[in-house]
Structure formats: structure tokens, C-alpha cells
T-cell receptor, first 116, second 110 residues
Framework: GAVVSQHPSRVICKSGTSVKIECRSL??????MFWYRQFPKQSLMLMAT?????????EQGVEKDKFLINHASLTLSTLTVTSAHPEDSSFYIC????????????FGPGTRLTVT | GQQVMQIPQYQHVQEGEDFTTYCNSS?????IQWYKQRPGGHPVFLIQ?????EVKKQKRLTFQFGEAKKNSSLHITATQTTDVGTYFC??????????FGTGTRLKVLA
């Protein structure tokens, strides 16, 4: 149980275009999902908290207009990187909190974004 | 702001040797979590510690939460090649958000 999927696993896009990443909880409902960014050989940096049915809350320094988050259902959150630039290239990982459990997170496999 | 640091940053050990990573928070934590990320993979939840001074074991892994609830450690006895990866601690910020530590990358030499 507690499986989280992400799609796509890899994406290459041109500078100036937008990219949407989907995060799904496959066997449980997640009222809260999280989006992280990870640079090579570095830690996970929390970008935002995605709340079902309400606006996402962003961490300091993360541009909400650039990283659009939508949590339209209890099993799906999406992250859209708008007007992507090469510096947005990174590994984006989502996670979902298992309801009823104290706080452990289950992570998706991640999406490798390369902006050319 | 809240910071969670881990030492060492890297550790290479011979298979069979022990390994320890230390996690230190700038603030007192209500709980602490540990995750493992294999190379090319995603973080996988290992354990959560809540009580001051708590010690929990999972086979060859021993997790400890400091008395002051500002530090924690993960000790692996007799490492195996399957232990390779990066170990992260994570401390809560707010209700459900967690801030990840800097991580310790373990390499096990056969």
C-alpha cells in the first residue's frame, strides 16, 4: 500500500515553454501532498504544500506564479513549471501524507526536468 | 530559519564495517523522521522517533533521538552493499511539513 506515482519520469522542453507534472496517490486518498526539488547530490528542498480543494502554500523564495500547483482531487496534484528556463532544470519529487499516520510521507519516483 | 544538518556528508566503508550518521537541528523537534534514498531513486520512509531519548531498532539499523530532542543518529551494524544510498533525517516545521537534513551519502565497498 501507500504508492505514489509521478508522470512523466523525464521531460525535456525548450526554454519558454510550460511543463506539467502529475502526482497521484494510487491506493489512498491524500488531502496533503508536497512538492520538492532536488539538485544533484543535494538534499530535498520543500517547494510547496498542496492542499486538496484549497490554494497551495509556498515556501519562502518559491515563485507561486512560476510553479503553479493544483490539487483538484484527493488523489491528484499537479505542478506546472511555467515559462521554463535552464535554471529550472532539476529533479522534482512529490510526496503524499498517509492519512491517520503521524506524518510519514510516501514519495513518488520523481520527474527529471531538463530545459534546453 | 530552522536548519537540519547531518554529518558526515559522505562515508565510504568496507562491507561489514559499521556506519553512523548524525543529525542536528537548530531547534527542538517534536519528532524526527529518517529516510533512505537509493542512487537514482526516491526517498523511502524508514522510521519516526517521538520520545526524548528514544531508541528503535530495525534489524541492523539503530535509531536514536537525543534527550534534548535536537539531535538524532542512525547506526548501521555490519554494513552490506544493499545499504548504499543517502540517508536523510527530517524534522517537522508546522503541522505536516518536514525539513530535510543535508543527508549522508553512504558507499559500501565490497
Amino acid at each position: 500500500g501507500a504508492v505514489v506515482s509521478q508522470h512523466p519520469s523525464r521531460v525535456i522542453c525548450k526554454s519558454g515553454t510550460s511543463v506539467k507534472i502529475e502526482c497521484r496517490s494510487l491506493d489512498f486518498q491524500a488531502t496533503t501532498m508536497f512538492w520538492y526539488r532536488q539538485f544533484p547530490k543535494q538534499s530535498l528542498m520543500l517547494m510547496a504544500t498542496s492542499n486538496e480543494g484549497s490554494k497551495a502554500t509556498y515556501e519562502q523564495g518559491v515563485e507561486k506564479d512560476k510553479f503553479l500547483i493544483n490539487h483538484a482531487s484527493l488523489t491528484l496534484s499537479t505542478l506546472t513549471v511555467t515559462s521554463a528556463h535552464p535554471e529550472d532544470s532539476s529533479f522534482y519529487i512529490c510526496s503524499a501524507r498517509l492519512p491517520g499516520h503521524s506524518g510519514e510521507q510516501y514519495f513518488g519516483p520523481g520527474t527529471r526536468l531538463t530545459v534546453t | 530559519g530552522q536548519q537540519v544538518m547531518q554529518i558526515p556528508q559522505y562515508q565510504h566503508v568496507q562491507e561489514g564495517e559499521d556506519f553512523t550518521t548524525y543529525c542536528n537541528s537548530s531547534t527542538t523537534l517534536s519528532n524526527i523522521q529518517w529516510y533512505k534514498q537509493r542512487p537514482g531513486g526516491h526517498p523511502v520512509f524508514l522510521i519516526q522517533l517521538v520520545k526524548s531519548g528514544e531508541v528503535k531498532k530495525q534489524k541492523r539499523l539503530t535509531f536514536q533521538f537525543g534527550e534534548a530532542k535536537k539531535n538524532s543518529s542512525l547506526h548501521i551494524t555490519a554494513t552490506q552493499t544493499t545499504d548504499v544510498g543517502t540517508y536523510f533525517c527530517a524534522g517537522p516545521r508546522g503541522t505536516y511539513k518536514y525539513i530535510f537534513g543535508t543527508g549522508t551519502r553512504l558507499k559500501v565497498l565490497a
